[in-house]
T-cell receptor, first 113, second 113 residues
């Protein structure tokens, strides 16, 4: 069975640019969440989407946005990139909106130079 | 909220011994908890979960204990193997209408062959 897949795996961008990260959840999972993990820390919650609607948002600026498509895949967009946005971006999918096991993808390593 | 730091607590154990990793969670309203294992360069891997109406749950070689009185979780790994070497995170979900996992600071487990 395919797990959570994310693309690309690595990305290098310049300050001020825009980036789009993609995530395909486990088949049958309707909830997709995005997390940012900087080196040496635990993942930080950015967004949750369930049934194509935003269900939760973490403490991130409006430069961060996301959406979920009818097939439950998701995109994370970040505008006006800053050096501090360099991190591992993780996508997690789960069967239900809450209280169910969340499975993570391998992440996208974003480096902003 | 959570506290995170650049220097992870480290636990070194001899191969074959049992490991106990501890975690203090922050939100008394949290009703669902997950332990994750994260190897270098990879996304967090689901190990085991537990709901707040339980005190103990067992999986294959792992046991999670929950003490709601002192807001404490522990992960016990039996007969620790070199492949268990990784960073372990506990995560809590408040379940308040969204699926937002708050991660602990992580513990680095090193298994000595």
């Amino acid at each position: 069975d395919a797990g959570v897949t994310q693309s690309p795996t690595h990305l290098i961008k310049t300050r001020g640019q825009h980036v789009t990260l993609r995530c395909s959840p486990i088949s049958g999972h309707k909830s997709v969440s995005w997390y940012q993990q900087v080196l040496g820390q635990g993942p930080q919650f950015i967004f949750q989407y369930y049934e194509k609607e935003e269900r939760g948002r973490g403490n991130f600026p409006d430069r961060f946005s996301a959406r979920q498509f009818p097939n439950y895949s998701s995109e994370l967009n970040v505008n006006a990139l800053l050096l501090g946005d360099s991190a591992l971006y993780l996508c997690a999918s789960s069967l239900r909106r809450e209280g169910a096991a969340a499975f993570f993808g391998q992440g996208t390593r974003l480096t902003v130079v | 909220g959570e506290s995170v730091g650049l220097h992870l607590p480290t636990l070194s154990v001899q191969e074959g011994d049992n490991s106990i990793i501890n975690c203090a969670y922050s939100n008394s309203a949290s009703d669902y908890f997950i332990w994750y294992k994260q190897e270098s360069g990879k996304g967090p891997q689901f190990i085991i979960d537990i709901r707040s109406n339980m005190d103990k749950r067992q999986g294959q070689r792992v046991t999670v204990l929950l003490n709601k009185t002192v807001k404490h979780l522990s992960l016990q790994i039996a007969a620790t193997q070199p492949g268990d070497s990784a960073v372990y995170f506990c995560a809590e979900n408040s379940g308040a209408g969204s699926y937002q996992l708050t991660f602990g600071k992580g513990t680095k487990l090193s298994v000595i062959p």
